[in-house]
């Protein structure tokens, strides 16, 4: 879908922060599933976490992306989601469970050409209850994504540093400049 917009990029990149802005100033943004997961299962004694059941909660993962890509459908307006189907294939990864699925779904439930990526900067980072990964690993897994997006022909445009707002301007001229086929 040519109005769907992926920002994506290692735990802890400030992502969130600039999700916030952007949705402030009007354009749709689609959280990501992960911590809505984590949460889920946690209030429910679930396994479906990662420290628990790392290929359950890769398939909650897949199922609650491919979800939210289809239940936007018909959303014509720019719509800008908190990482894509190709994160899963991610976590697929970093676990070391199959990828099969999440490959496929990512490969058929495209996003617009350009996606976003926030790289991985120290000043961002910190731990909490849900991100348990150092900075060097963090960054080792947004250099994995990067790497995922570019295989499955994506157009990776990283975001600049600077404060949340002037990171949110960039991201919404980018969208301005339309969609990329």
Known sequence: MNSFFVLTGAPGSGKTSVLDEVQRAGIGVLAEPA?????EQRSIGGTGLPERDQALFTQLMLSRSLHGHRRSGSHRQP???DR??????????LFGVSEEAAMTAARHYRYNRRIFLAPSLPAFYCQDEERRMTFE?????GAMIRGIYEDLGYEVV???????????RFV???IAKGPTH
């Open 84 to 93: 894509g189907l190709p994160d899963v294939v991610a976590y697929a990864r």
């Open 172 to 174: 919404m001229a980018e």
């Open 35 to 39: 911590r809505q997961i984590l949460a």
């Open 79 to 81: 719509l800008l989601f």
């Open 158 to 168: 990283l975001l600049p540093e600077g404060s949340p707002a002037q990171r949110a």
């Open 137 to 141: 690993e963090a960054h080792a897994f």
